[in-house]
């Protein structure tokens, strides 16, 4: 199994341009979610999604949106790039244990620089 | 929403002494709190979880405790080694959500 994985690991944009990071996994979770990680802040959930076609905003959605067409995918889109935006991008995904989340399995990680 | 908050931010320790991090959190129904470690360049990787029907969880030189009517959950590293140094998270959720973190504890462990 490949597990999870992002790409691009690194991306530079300027303002106001568009991009999509993608994310797969293969080990048909149901659970996928996408975070943001800045210094000092730990890790932020952007949105999240518990099964093929159900999505949902975490902490900090705007300016990102996301679907779920398939088990294995989970795209995270930004629409048009500010520099607030540049940050390092985990996907993670799970599967629900009992009444629980479940263990977070994260992708490598994609780095973003907007200028 | 499910709010965590994670003490200390930074934690200074010599090689062989105990290091404990505490978390909080709001929501009453989470019932899930797992601790990640990230070594530096890497991604998280869980170390440990507990679920809200266990006080206690130990794993050889890690362990985290529960207090469901604080609402709060710690982890202790006994014998410290300077491998153990990294960020670590603490994060809760309950069923049909996703985790939320706290802000990360840098654990710095000399020798």
């Known amino acids: 199994n490949a597990g999870v994985t992002q790409t691009p690991k690194f991306q530079v944009l300027k303002t106001g341009q568009s991009m999509t990071l993608q994310c797969a996994q293969d080990?048909?979770?149901?659970?996928m979610s996408w975070y943001r990680q800045d210094p000092g802040m730990g890790l932020r959930l952007i949105h999240y999604?518990?099964?093929?076609?159900?999505?949902d905003q975490g902490e900090v959605p705007n300016g990102y949106n996301v679907s779920r067409s398939t088990t294995e995918d989970f795209p995270l889109r930004l629409l048009s790039a500010a520099p607030s935006q540049t940050s390092v991008y985990f996907c993670a995904s799970s599967y629900p244990q009992g009444l629980s989340t479940g263990e977070l399995f994260f992708g490598e990680g994609s780095r973003l620089t907007v200028l | 929403g499910e709010n965590v908050e994670q003490h200390p931010s930074t934690l200074s320790v010599q090689e062989g002494d105990s290091a404990v991090i505490k978390c909080t959190y709001s929501d009453s129904a989470s019932n899930y709190f797992p601790w990640y470690k990230q070594e530096l360049g890497k991604r998280p990787q869980l170390i440990i979880d507990?679920?809200?029907?266990?006080g206690e969880k130990k794993d050889q030189r890690i362990a985290v405790t529960l207090n469901k009517t604080a609402k709060h959950f710690s982890l202790h590293i006994t014998e410290t080694q300077p491998e153990d140094s990294a960020v670590y998270f603490c994060a809760a959720s309950q069923a049909g959500t996703a985790l939320i973190f706290g802000k990360g504890t840098t654990l710095s462990v000399s020798s």
């Open positions: 080990m048909n979770h149901e659970y």
């Open positions: 999604s518990v099964g093929a076609g159900i999505t």
């Open positions: 507990i679920r809200s029907n266990v």
